[in-house]
């Protein structure tokens, strides 16, 4: 088992947390959880070897194998399968050995790497490389593309399935499914509760952790405290014990009744439809999860933007392109306030690039896309972290946008976004992908869209900052559009799904569960996508399983006609000898010394023949297990 004893660790002179003791056994599967800063990445920096404990120390089994996900993904023409089989260190060191010993002809230990390569499940290993990749969404092609032509994304997926390649005894986890969509995040999800090792996952992803862990370890105020069951019975729990304190109690009471009026007004208008339905669900708890963040650092609002034209914007027989090839066709979609869309749909369908025609960085390849002079478009997507001014301070970037406005103003606006004091007038370049993603968000805010286009918004926030958002997006009254792999917030703020899927929009008419119904529905029925992958793989597999074969054979069959053609020699030999001894005159008293050294020599051939045929017996032995 690990063992944290007396365990404290500090990031240059800041605690992060001091005197954890716990015990994590075999099997369990701990979600990692607490504010951005406090020491989750750290935790996991120290268990590699990276990072010293300040005092305290941490006990982990000497044999255990550790796999982690490489943060960086270096350049390299090497097949993307391969990059994925280099996981498994195993199976690798075998390979190499075994190319060492057939350099040398060492037939016995060809032999024996290749019942250690039976052993591990060596020759099914191209196999379940392939299928780790298909589940996070690499197609056929993409297996035998060189990890260079990979973007950044797509490599920290490679990196991923490099991971679980590994046959390891801890896996250690550190957002996984930042750069995945839905699709392959519930894929990681089933294969995370096979997993037969000991877990530790640090996670935003409410949903995920729900369905995943066993126990939450929680980092607060430089401490860690495990907890026993999923991430909605650590809420439960922690919220009871907040209740207990008068100081948040108050504060908590106001939360609940602010989430208690969306609930009490979607019901209102419910209908007796499965997706009213399941929202009403996740508003309901709502209360409870807000109970667990009423000492959250966010606290904001979207402002009701100045006009709301009806209809926003209204698509007619829309076809979109990418480098000419033809993506989704047919669309006709009328937005209009209040519209509340979350956008499903497998891997490479289409979801982003919808995003991208309503944000207008994109041209409908046909048909008419008309827009509201009025139209005011707010759009989130990970790139616009990166075009944020890194010399720039939020309080600046605001400024930018409203050189009229009070400075404190500003700051109180930007002090609901967490940029309290100092940090708000401070540059920009040194920040997290978090605290960027937070910007991006305030300034969107800030500027009143009345519709929202958000593609991933989730991807780096913490778990206090998505609640934040959640909340504050049950106010906004524009049009909303959501592509998101977090269903929480996919349950609590859409009230239509669209489909895309097949070249086609449609309405999805069910729930986050029921598209998960669809998609195993559809790897059914499109399992043939596995097959092929397998049926190649199998065919690679035999091929290279067949030329293995020969390359053992080969030596073994050298050495077997090697000891043919000794045993003839010896066999010759010995006929000689014999005819010698067959004539009489050698007993004659004048050969009395020859006949010795005759007899000495049968008796020598007779042993040779005997240990030679006794080898040529057991190479032939080996040669028949091995075809």
């Not at 990031?11 to 020491?39: C, D, H, M, W």
């Not at 005759?598 to 030679?612: I, S, V, Y």
Request: charged share 25%.
């Amino acid at each position: 088992m690990l063992k944290l004893i007396n365990l404290s660790l500090r990031r240059g002179s800041r605690l992060l947390f001091e005197n954890v003791n716990f015990a994590v056994y075999p099997q369990q599967k701990i979600g990692v959880t607490g504010a951005n800063g406090t020491g989750k990445s750290s935790l996991f920096a120290l268990l590699l070897g990276e990072l010293h404990a300040d005092s305290g120390d941490y006990q982990l089994p000497s044999q255990w194998v550790i796999a982690h996900v490489a943060q960086e993904t270096p350049a390299v023409s090497q097949p993307a399968i391969e990059y994925v089989l280099d996981g498994d260190q195993q199976l690798r060191a075998i390979e190499k050995n075994l190319l060492a010993a057939q350099h040398c002809n060492d037939a016995d230990k060809i032999a024996r790497l290749h019942g250690q390569l039976e052993c591990i499940d060596g020759y099914t290993a191209l196999s379940r490389a392939a299928i780790l990749m298909h589940g996070l969404g690499f197609s056929s092609e993409q297996t035998s593309m060189p990890v260079a032509a990979f973007s950044g994304g797509w490599r920290m997926r490679l990196n991923l399935a490099q991971a679980l390649m590994c046959r390891s005894d801890l896996l250690l986890l550190d957002e996984p499914t930042n750069h995945l969509d839905l699709d392959a995040v519930l894929w990681v999800e089933e294969w995370l509760n096979n997993y037969k090792g000991t877990l530790l996952l640090i996670s935003h992803d409410r949903d995920f952790l729900d369905n995943v862990t066993t126990h939450i370890a929680y980092i607060e105020q430089q401490h860690m405290t495990l907890y026993t069951g999923n991430y909605t019975e650590f809420e439960r729990r922690r919220a009871e014990q907040l209740a207990n304190q008068q100081a948040s109690y108050e504060k908590q009471q106001r939360e609940i009744a602010h989430v208690t009026q969306f609930i009490t007004r979607f019901r209102a208008k419910a209908t007796k439809a499965r997706q009213a339905q399941s929202r009403l669900k996740a508003l309901s708890r709502m209360a409870l999860i807000t109970s667990a963040h009423v000492d959250s650092p966010f606290n904001f609002t979207f402002q009701k933007a100045n006009k709301i034209p009806n209809p926003l914007l209204r698509l007619e027989d829309v076809t979109l392109a990418y480098n000419q090839a033809i993506i989704v066709h047919g669309i006709n979609i009328s937005l209009v306030p209040g519209d509340r869309i979350g956008v499903l749909g497998p891997n490479g369908a289409g979801k982003s690039t919808l995003i991208k025609l309503f944000a207008q960085s994109l041209s409908p390849h046909k048909g008419s896309m008309d827009m509201s002079s009025e139209l005011k478009i707010g759009y989130f997507a990970q790139h616009q972290l990166e075009q944020l001014d890194p010399g720039a301070s939020p309080l600046l970037h605001l400024q930018r946008l409203d050189p009229n406005a009070e400075e404190q103003k500003l700051r109180n606006f930007l002090g609901g976004f967490a940029f309290f004091g100092d940090a708000a007038m401070e540059p920009i370049a040194p920040l997290s992908g978090g605290e960027k993603a937070r910007m991006v968000l305030a300034l969107i805010v800030y500027q009143k869209p009345n519709l929202l286009l958000l593609d991933e918004p989730t991807n780096h926030l913490d778990l206090d900052m998505r609640h934040a958002l959640t909340v504050a997006l049950q106010d906004y009254e524009g049009a909303l559009i959501v592509v998101s792999h977090d269903r929480h917030l996919l349950r609590t703020v859409a009230d239509e799904f669209w489909l895309i899927a097949d070249g086609t929009v449609s309405p999805f008419d069910g729930d986050i569960d029921d598209y998960r119904v669809w998609l195993n529905s559809r790897k059914r029925e499109s399992k043939t996508v596995y097959e092929k992958i397998e049926a190649s793989v199998s065919k690679k597999q035999q091929r290279q399983q067949s030329a293995d074969k020969r390359k053992q054979l080969q030596p073994l069959r050298k050495q077997a006609q090697q000891l043919e053609k000794q045993l003839e020699k010896l066999s010759l030999q010995k006929k000689n000898i014999e005819a010698i001894l067959a004539d009489s005159t050698i007993y004659e008293d004048d050969n009395k010394e020859r006949l010795k050294v005759l007899l000495l020599e049968q008796a020598n051939l007779e042993q040779l023949l005997d240990d030679t045929e006794n080898k040529w017996l057991d190479i032939s032995e080996k040669i028949e297990e091995c075809q």
